[in-house]
């Protein structure tokens, strides 16, 4: 089952997660498997509830940076990709002083937590998976940051998010 986490707001190119395997999908329906090219930078977390074993078993963090390309993220990820998770997540809930926000020009953030896309359209923020032949509750949280100048915002990116981390 892939859905959508958020989409390019230049070029339309979507986001998306397969709830299954676990796996960022670029293009899902398109010829491209690649980013598009205004993507900064990303972070998506897809969490499995079904009990607190299997919820901390089966809860998926990624983040995605130019330069650095998609990773798994984990409580031994290092010191800015923590960072950046942090300020991906606060920048896209907007609770970031306004000093820490990037001055790049023309930057979208889009996605949202599992709540706001609820609100937004009931059952894209929680929804059932098939896991293992077993029906689960799955709850998807993300954001996207993207530019015309994508390079650019994400070496200020990596600045601001090492200062909003201290």
């Not at 986490?5 to 398109?30: K, T």
């Not at 491209?32 to 963090?61: D, Y």
Request: aromatic content about 8%; some cysteine.
């Amino acid at each position: 089952m892939i859905r959508e986490v958020f989409r390019c707001p230049s070029c339309e190119q979507p986001v998306a997660i397969d709830c299954v395997s676990g796996e960022v999908v670029f293009d899902p329906d398109g010829l491209s498997a690649l980013p598009c090219p205004h993507l900064s930078c990303f972070w998506i977390c897809l969490s499995f509830v079904g009990g607190r074993k299997f919820a901390e078993k089966h809860t998926r963090s990624w983040l995605g940076t130019i330069g650095r390309g998609i990773r798994k993220i984990d409580a031994a990820a290092d010191l800015q990709d923590i960072a950046l998770t942090r300020y991906i997540m606060d920048c896209g809930s907007d609770m970031i002083a306004d000093d820490l926000f990037p001055t790049v020009a023309m930057y979208t953030v889009v996605g949202g937590s599992a709540a706001e896309r609820e609100n937004r359209q009931r059952g894209s923020g929680e929804f059932r998976v098939l896991i293992r032949g077993k029906s689960r509750s799955a709850i998807l949280d993300g954001w996207g940051l993207y530019s015309q100048t994508p390079q650019k915002l994400m070496r200020e990116i990596n600045e601001l998010s090492l200062e909003y981390e201290v």
